[in-house]
């Protein structure tokens, strides 16, 4: 699956791809763990989640999360599965 725009709905940053809750993060690159796929993601209010990629990521957003480098400032698209932990679904 690949988000190729914003979702639309009703002014939010949330929508649904197939039975799945999409919605746009935006924040700063904390920790970067570059051989499990994974990074934080420190947000607004002193939120962090731990963003991880899928096993069938892009080539595009392989090749983004390669060039990360802590204190980027990046929006990113992403299903939570739990409330500390994000899966990416594109970098925007």
């Given at each position: 699956m690949q988000v190729t725009q914003p979702v639309a709905g009703s002014g939010t940053n949330t929508g649904t791809v197939g039975n799945e809750t999409v919605?746009?993060?935006r924040g700063t690159v904390?920790?970067?763990d570059r051989t499990n796929g994974l990074f934080t993601l420190n947000m607004s209010s002193n939120v962090v989640v731990t963003v991880s990629l899928p096993y069938n990521t892009s080539?595009?957003?392989r090749t983004r999360f390669q060039n990360l480098r802590v204190g980027?400032?990046?929006q990113l698209y992403g299903?939570?599965?739990?409330n500390?932990?994000?899966e990416l679904r594109q970098f925007n």
């Open positions: 919605q746009l993060l904390g920790q970067i080539s595009a957003d980027d400032n990046i299903v939570y599965i739990s500390t932990r994000v």
